[in-house]
Nanobody
Framework: VQLVESGGGLVQPGGSLRLSCAVS????????ATWYRQASGKEREFVAA????????DYTDSVKGRFTISRDNAKNTVYLQMNSLKPEDTAVYYC??????????WGQGTQVIVSS
């Protein structure tokens, strides 16, 4: 099982980034997927989750209306579109197989820095 995040980087406040998480080693289409983030000195926190078919999504309150989680089962990839980024969104972003706290395998993370 592998999950590999990409798409992080440095962006100015108000900007956008799209994170990708490419998975392999299992049948992606039968699993939910979740994005978490961890800021320096803080605990890892839930960001967004998507069901196996993409029919259900969930977001933490601080990103609702700004972030969108999606998936392409044909490409074995889950995405996190992040708009209107704020400095407090700065963190390492991780994807996880499974729905929120019920997940298991993690990716290695991708760094997002929101700064002018």
């Amino acid at each position: 099982v592998q999950l590999v995040e990409s798409g992080g980087g440095l962006v100015q406040p108000g900007g956008s980034l799209r994170l990708s998480c490419a998975v392999s080693g299992f049948t992606f289409s039968i699993y939910a997927a979740t994005w978490y983030r961890q800021a320096s000195g803080k605990e890892r926190e839930f960001v967004a989750a998507i069901s196996s078919t993409g029919g259900s999504t969930d977001y933490t309150d601080s990103v609702k209306g700004r972030f969108t989680i999606s998936r392409d089962n044909a490409k074995n990839t889950v995405y996190l579109q992040m708009n209107s980024l704020k400095p407090e969104d700065t963190a390492v972003y991780y994807c996880r197989r499974g729905w929120r706290h019920r997940g298991d395998y993690w990716g290695q993370g991708t760094q997002v820095i929101v700064s002018s």
